[in-house]
């Protein structure tokens, strides 16, 4: 028995599998960025040891039981002075819970130091003087503001390179937040 094929079949048959097989994928793309499907794993935040602006010791440990926000900085940058408001802001909103900022600036020759800024606008938060070596133990850095927050049990639960609004912070705060 020789059936002939019929070439329109045979061609909507292709396309429709063509077709199936575009949506997926654009499927599989949209899922991967929105996060669906994704399951992040926290990292355990680098045992950090730096001075503030007027030389005292802070170190991670000092704040146990607390969720951060970590913030790298340069205090002459208008991205990075953008995010220390809303950092401010997000701290002012949240008063009443142990939330914790720390800004890490990295200071940079020839530019306003970190210590000159602090003195000339008081910031709500503490500032601390970056280290190469804390630089490197938090992953590098691609770009400046880098936020990192950080869980109670001192996780960095999330990492967010240039200027982050209060919302998305908000969200990383309930899950670093729970006991």
Known sequence: MDAKRNPFVTRLAFSLLLGLLVLLAVLGLLGRAFGEGESRVAKRAPDFSLKDTDGRVVK???????????????TWDEPSL???????????????????????????????????????????????????????????????P????????HNAIDRHVGITGKKILEADLKPAAKP
């Not at 880098?146 to 049990?153: A, Q």
Request: with cysteine; proline share 3%.
């Open 146 to 153: 880098t936020t990192f927050v950080i869980d109670k049990d």
């Open 60 to 74: 991670l440990a000092d704040f146990a039981g607390k969720p951060l926000i970590v913030c790298f900085v340069v």
């Open 82 to 144: 953008k995010q220390i408001k809303i950092l401010s802001e997000l701290l002012k909103e949240h008063e009443d819970k142990e939330l914790v900022i720390l800004g890490v600036a990295i200071e940079q020759e020839g530019k306003q130091s970190a210590k000159a800024y602090v003195n000339r606008e008081h910031p709500s938060f503490p500032f601390l003087i970056a280290t190469y070596e804390v630089i490197q133990a938090f992953g590098g850095l691609t770009g400046v």
